[in-house]
């Protein structure tokens, strides 16, 4: 094992232990669990822009549509929070597939409006049909994550109101959608959609169904961005439409840009340093007398700085990680053994 990988083991240790040191803070815990809320957003949102190439301006809708189906759920039906994460799953992915059956045949700046239009319908939902969600006056009374063991013994019973419950929950639902990702990345979906990003004519003459692999990736974003929101939902207790508007979209795709289109680990570095900075600007801000929402003209700051100077974002070396796939190493070195003959006619001739 490299030293990189020894370090990342260590860092991985040392955070997962953090919330078991009696000297740990209640702040550091519910940072990091928000931190990795954004992992498993950044992650989601990761596979349309950057493993398909499309500019997806409304990831955020999907986040409410997870956020109230487990706030819904739980408050309406009592169901348990290991039944809802599911069931908000399928509910992102069937709008993610509604969605994007009609409007994946648009490419560029007319997705990008189009999707941002679906995430402002959502908040305009989620404000006015106050029958459903309250409205303005937002969704209390949401029970907290609980874990059910009375079939092992009566006193088995745990709900999760202390924080560091909650962070080993989402710390498996971040590993979880890690595994999963990293399984799509290696496999024949993950490459045909990486053969639509690089070009989709080279991609649909190969006989790759451009349509039908952009609507399964616009689904399976969706069914995690829900995932995440399911689990906000039962971390928070408490919803309101304003936590979903368009500037949240933008937190998580400056996450995902920072770390590199289609990088799977640059994605969770990205979520980790936002949502640092937008803590420490959280302080600097309030001193200098500023709102809170400000922060966002850092954040875009930021975006233009990438694209001027690190269009790669800035960790492109760990998005070379994909390249280590066995399958593509085996097949460069049979194209470079089929070459090399060639190579060598050429020089004779020369």
């Known amino acids: 094992m490299n030293i990189g990988k020894s370090l990342v083991l260590l860092v991985v240790a040392a955070v997962l232990t953090y919330p078991l040191v009696p000297q740990s803070s209640d702040y550091i815990i519910h940072v990091m669990t928000l931190a990795m809320v954004y992992m498993i957003l950044a992650m989601g949102l990761n596979i349309v822009p950057g493993f398909c190439g499309l500019l997806d301006l409304g990831?955020?809708?999907?986040?409410?549509?997870?956020?109230?189906?487990?706030?819904?759920?739980?408050?309406h039906y009592g169901l348990s929070f290991w039944v809802?994460?599911?069931?908000a799953a399928l509910?992102?992915?069937l709008w993610g597939a509604l969605l994007g059956a009609p409007t994946l045949r648009l490419t560029g700046d007319y997705f990008a409006i189009v999707?941002?239009?679906?995430?402002?319908l959502v908040v305009l939902f989620l404000t006015n049909e106050i029958w459903l969600t309250r409205g303005p006056l937002g969704l209390p009374g949401i029970q907290p994550i609980t874990l059910n063991l009375t079939w092992l013994n009566d006193a088995w019973y745990f709900e999760f109101y202390d924080k560091t419950p909650n962070f080993y929950v989402v710390a498996i639902l971040v590993g979880l959608v890690f595994f999963i990702m990293r399984r799509m990345e290696d496999s024949r979906l993950g490459r045909a959609w990486y053969a639509i990003r690089e070009d989709p004519l080279a991609a649909a003459s190969c006989g790759v169904n451009i349509l039908n692999y952009k609507v399964i990736a616009f689904a399976i974003s969706a069914a995690i961005g829900a995932v995440g929101g399911a689990f906000y939902a039962r971390w928070s207790m408490f919803l309101s439409p304003d936590m979903f508007k368009f500037w949240e979209s933008f937190l998580v795709l400056c996450m995902v840009v920072l770390g590199g289109l289609g990088n799977i680990k640059g994605a969770l570095l990205g979520a980790v340093i936002l949502v640092s900075l937008g803590e420490v600007l959280r302080e600097v801000l309030s001193s200098l007398g500023l709102p809170p929402e400000s922060r966002f003209m850092a954040y875009g700051l930021i975006m233009v700085l990438i694209m001027r100077f690190k269009p790669a974002g800035f960790f492109p070396a760990i998005a070379s990680s994909g390249r280590s796939n066995p399958l593509l190493i085996d097949l460069q070195k049979r194209l470079a053994a089929r070459n090399a003959p060639k190579e060598e006619t050429r020089d004779a001739a020369t």
């Not at 997870?66 to 408050?75: N, P, S």
């Not at 809802?84 to 069931?87: G, K, Q």
């Open 91 to 93: 509910n992102g992915a």
């Open 115 to 120: 999707t941002f239009g679906f995430s402002e």
């Open 59 to 75: 990831y955020v809708g999907f986040y409410g549509i997870g956020a109230y189906t487990a706030g819904l759920l739980t408050i």
């Open 84 to 87: 809802i994460v599911p069931l």
